[in-house]
């Protein structure tokens, strides 16, 4: 809901660099957080300005030296806007890997990793992206929707749990 009056306003990373802060604050309140996120992508925005001449980098390793963005932001990234392959590990693809029994871990870096070594690469982007919609849509992380799903026969949290 943010982003279409946003990028109206700032229409380049450098537009985004010399923003107000205030003003920033105010575009993006709704999402929460906006204080600390308003200085990310303003810093965010200097770095693409001033290192990469105002292009996007396209690879793991720059987008994680940006100021503020980590390995599933630049994971969507290079999935969303470069589509590359990425798995992306958000709180659901945290807890349905585990309830799947695809992993162990909980730290989404080791999970990011698991999964690359049982997805096809040419499948991480969209694995992540229908496990992400599952787990918003019926892997709830209170109240599963357990007897709607299609993945119940492979969940050991589904046959232990209904």
Known sequence: R???E??????????FAAADIAGLEKDIKSTGFYRNKARSIINC????????????????DDLTSLHGVGRKTANVVLANSFGKPAIIVDTHVRR??????LTTNSDPVK?????????????????SHRI???GRAVCLA????CSICKLRKYCRYGQENT
């Not at 946003?6 to 537009?15: G, H, V």
């Open 111 to 127: 999970i990011e990793f698991d999964l690359m070594k049982i997805i096809p690469e040419d499948s991480w982007s969209n694995f």
């Open 132 to 134: 992400i919609e599952h």
């Open 142 to 145: 209170r109240k599963p929707k």
């Open 45 to 60: 925005s200097k770095d693409i300005v001033n290192r990469f001449g105002g292009k996007m980098p396209d690879n793991i």
């Open 96 to 101: 349905i890997s585990q309830r799947l029994g």
């Open 2 to 4: 943010v982003t279409p």
């Open 6 to 15: 946003l990028f109206r306003k700032y229409k380049t990373p450098e537009d």
